[in-house]
């Protein structure tokens, strides 16, 4: 139990898209985010603030080379890599991010930075601006497997609609549409909430095409509620998904039930995406219209994860029920 009266809650996410196919994959992934959880979950029992630990839970998905943010981070069409990357604080209910920067290893801190700023969200230039006055150090955040998937696209003229949300070979990923981003949302001891979002984009796209992941669709938070989206952008931003659940809850209606019609509208929509999410009362929820969305969180007791597989007759096999270990 916690020292003040709000026992912290928070929950993250390496992005949504199809089955990991295989066990081992499942397993370097879910290594991934439990480490990340219980780093962080142990800040906010020090009583470090909600938007201090969602900046920071994003920097450490950023760090992490399989996920389409920060260092592994997806190139778009002309082979460059644009990153974005949004944080807000709940309690101050205030958005700020960055849109499009290169060069730059963790875009989450300049959207930190921007927190305090009178012009809170930078595009291309403006964030490279920011860059330089904040002496932040250049950065390549180019990975291998990312390069070859892009060469690999430019062979067939860029047939693919988007690029894997997971650079790692031993994944097996390659072809299979997915969709990454990363996020976090935090509960702190104050009762606080805030919520981190940051992304590649949706891989070898069009260039200047703009994120929902600084946009309030993709992330959004206030002192009821906050959110973090994944998925394909464009669907994300016409659910206006982070900021319709957040809204939802504000009027009266309970996360679970918040998210799940906000689920269940999108899949009436046919979009392709996912969230997570938290309340003032501590609830934490996550919901998908796509297979499956990388997610772990800790409710408090014990951390959990929504991970699954499929084995090699495609079978589905839920995580949960199968490792009776963390490991
Ligand atoms: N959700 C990340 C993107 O579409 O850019």
């Known amino acids: 139990m916690s020292i003040a009266g709000v026992q912290p809650k928070l929950i993250i ?10 066990k081992e994959g499942a397993i370097i992934v879910r290594q991934a985010l439990h480490s990340i959880v219980e780093q962080m979950y ?9 938007a201090e630990v969602a900046a920071e839970a994003c920097q450490l998905l950023e760090d992490q080379t399989m996920f389409n943010a920060g260092t592994g981070s997806v190139l778009q069409s002309d082979g460059q890599i644009r990153m974005s990357a949004s944080l807000m604080d709940g309690a101050q209910q205030r958005f700020s991010g960055v849109i499009n920067v290169s060069r730059v290893k963790n875009p989450i801190q300049l959207a930190q930075a921007l ?32 390069l070859q998937e892009w060469m690999q696209e430019r062979e067939g003229n860029f047939q693919k609609a988007m690029a894997g949300v997971i650079a790692e070979e031993e994944l097996v990923i390659a072809h299979e549409p997915r969709k990454g981003t990363i996020g976090v949302v935090a509960l702190d001891r104050q009762g606080k909430i805030a919520a981190g979002t940051s992304t590649g984009g949706k891989g070898l796209e069009h260039i200047g095409r703009v994120s929902d992941s600084a946009m309030p669709a993709g992330n959004y938070a206030n002192e009821y509620a906050g959110v973090s989206c994944t998925g394909i952008g464009e669907d994300i931003i ?43 009362d501590g609830a934490i929820a996550w919901g998908k219209t796509s297979e499956v969305i990388l997610a772990a969180y800790h409710d408090g007791e014990t951390i959990g994860d929504t991970l699954d597989w499929q084995d090699k007759d495609d079978k589905l096999i839920d995580f949960k029920t199968t490792m009776k270990d963390k490991g």
């Open 238 to 280: 016409d659910e206006c998904l982070a900021a319709k659940i957040v809204i939802r809850v504000t009027d009266g209606l309970k996360l679970p039930e918040a998210m799940l019609r906000s689920m269940q509208e999108s899949k009436n929509r046919e979009r392709d995406l996912g969230a997570i999410a938290i309340s003032h």
């Open 13 to 22: 996410h390496g992005g949504a898209g199809g089955h990991v196919k295989s």
């Open 42 to 50: 142990a800040l906010l029992l020090e009583g470090v603030s909600a």
């Open 115 to 146: 927190q305090q700023q009178e012009d809170r969200v930078l595009s291309d230039y403006g964030a490279a601006e920011l860059l330089r006055e904040l002496k932040v150090p250049i950065y390549d955040p180019l990975v291998t497997i990312r």
